[in-house]
C-alpha cells in the first residue's frame, strides 16, 4: 500500500491541468515502482492497495473538482 495520490494543488489549478494527461505520469510512476518492488520482494504476490486519492488537494478547484471534467483524471 502506499499514500495519498493528489495530482495538483487545488485551489491554484485551472480547467486545462485537469486535461493534461502529463499529471497522470507521476502517478502512474509511483504504482510501477511498487508493483517492481514487490514482484522482486519476499512476497511478490502481495496484494496492491491505494490508500486516499483525488484530483487536487486543498478542497478541490472551485467550480472544476465538481464538474465533468473531473472525471478525466
Same mark, same amino acid.
Given at each position: 500500500?502506499?499514500?495519498?495520490? !493528489?495530482?495538483?494543488?487545488? =485551489? /491554484?489549478?485551472? !480547467?486545462?491541468? !485537469?486535461?493534461?494527461?502529463? !499529471?497522470?505520469?507521476?502517478?502512474? =510512476? /509511483?504504482?510501477?515502482?511498487?508493483?517492481? /518492488?514487490?514482484?522482486?520482494?519476499?512476497?511478490?504476490?502481495?496484494?496492491?492497495?491505494?490508500?486516499? /486519492?483525488?484530483?487536487?488537494?486543498?478542497?478541490?478547484?472551485?467550480?472544476?473538482? =465538481?464538474?465533468?471534467?473531473?472525471?478525466?483524471?
Amino acid at each position: 500500500m502506499f499514500g495519498c495520490s !493528489y495530482y495538483f494543488r487545488g =485551489d /491554484t489549478a485551472s !480547467y486545462e491541468d !485537469y486535461l493534461n494527461p502529463a !499529471y497522470f505520469q507521476d502517478l502512474a =510512476d /509511483t504504482i510501477d515502482l511498487v508493483q517492481e /518492488t514487490i514482484a522482486g520482494s519476499k512476497y511478490p504476490n502481495l496484494a496492491k492497495w491505494i490508500g486516499e /486519492t483525488s484530483d487536487a488537494w486543498h478542497s478541490g478547484t472551485p467550480n472544476v473538482s =465538481d464538474r465533468f471534467v473531473s472525471g478525466f483524471l
